[in-house]
């Protein structure tokens, strides 16, 4: 997985043509920590599909607020730009991953 940052994020996320998905993170995130494997195991898999990032939020908390992310982990898909579909805390496990990128395929 890619880490991105506010200075290419719309570039990669927002004006992109192709599925995204997002890994919003920080370093402090236990859970997000936990997480990170099996996100790279879902980019092994579903890779050529859609573009997997992650991003750090500790050090753009802005753009986080921009895009609503509220809560970590928080996993987002996007479609030509626009957020398709998103899990956040409790809901972002491996399983319900795996199912919100069949949804967006």
Do not use: Q, W
């Not at 195991?41 to 908390?61: M, Q």
């Amino acid at each position: 997985m890619i880490e991105i940052t506010k200075d290419n994020y719309d570039e990669l996320v927002i004006e992109s043509k192709k599925l995204v998905l997002v890994d919003f993170f920080s370093d402090g995130c236990e859970p997000c920590k936990a997480l990170l494997p099996h996100m790279e195991d879902l980019d092994k898999i579903y890779g050529e599909k859609i573009s997997f990032y992650k991003f750090n939020t500790s050090k753009a908390r802005r753009l986080a607020i921009r895009e609503k992310v509220l809560g970590l982990p928080t996993i987002l898909i996007y479609e030509n730009g626009v957020k398709k579909d998103e899990l956040t805390k409790d809901d972002a496990t491996k399983e319900n991953i795996e199912a919100m990128i069949k949804r967006a395929l």
